[in-house]
C-alpha cells in the first residue's frame, strides 16, 4: 500500500486543519488505517484510526472532542480533521495502514506509512 499525505501547513491557535491521505495498491481498500503524529524531540504518537470501510473511528482519549477521522471509500482517501487547534498540536502528522481492517491504536500493527506532512500552530 502506498500512502500520499497532503494538507497542514501553518495554522493559527484556536483554528482548525484538514489533511487528507491517499491509499493506493492492491489491498488499500482492505486495510484499517491511522493517524499519527511526531513532535520534535519526541516519539510518534496516536492520533486515530478508521476501519477498512469507514464504519469505526478510534481516537485517542484526549482529543476526542477536537478530532474527526473519515473516509471516502470510493477514493480510497482518509481525512483528518482537528479543531481548536493548540500549540501542542504541533508536529509531523503521519497516515499508516494497518495489516488489519479493524481499528487499531497500536503502532506495530501499521505496516506502510505516508512520507508525513507538518502542521504548525501560530499564536
Known amino acids: 500500500v502506498q500512502l500520499q499525505a497532503s494538507g497542514g501547513g501553518l495554522v493559527q491557535v484556536g483554528g482548525s486543519l484538514s489533511l487528507s491521505c491517499a491509499a493506493s495498491?492492491?489491498?488499500?481498500?482492505?486495510?484499517?488505517m491511522g493517524w499519527w503524529r511526531q513532535a520534535p524531540g519526541e516519539g510518534r504518537k496516536f492520533v486515530g484510526s478508521?476501519?477498512?470501510?469507514?464504519?469505526?473511528?478510534l481516537i485517542e482519549d484526549s482529543m476526542k472532542d477536537r478530532v474527526t477521522i473519515s473516509k471516502d471509500n470510493f477514493k480510497n482517501t482518509i481525512y483528518l480533521k482537528m479543531d481548536n487547534l493548540k500549540h501542542e498540536d504541533t508536529a509531523a502528522y503521519y497516515c499508516?495502514?494497518?495489516?488489519?481492517?479493524?481499528?487499531?491504536?497500536?503502532?506495530?500493527?501499521?505496516?506502510?506509512w505516508g512520507q508525513g506532512t507538518q502542521v504548525t500552530v501560530s499564536s
Open positions: 495498491g492492491r489491498t488499500a481498500n482492505t486495510w484499517a
Open positions: 478508521i476501519s477498512w470501510n469507514g464504519d469505526r473511528t
Open positions: 499508516a495502514a494497518a495489516r488489519y481492517s479493524s481499528v487499531t491504536a497500536n503502532e506495530r500493527d501499521y505496516v506502510n
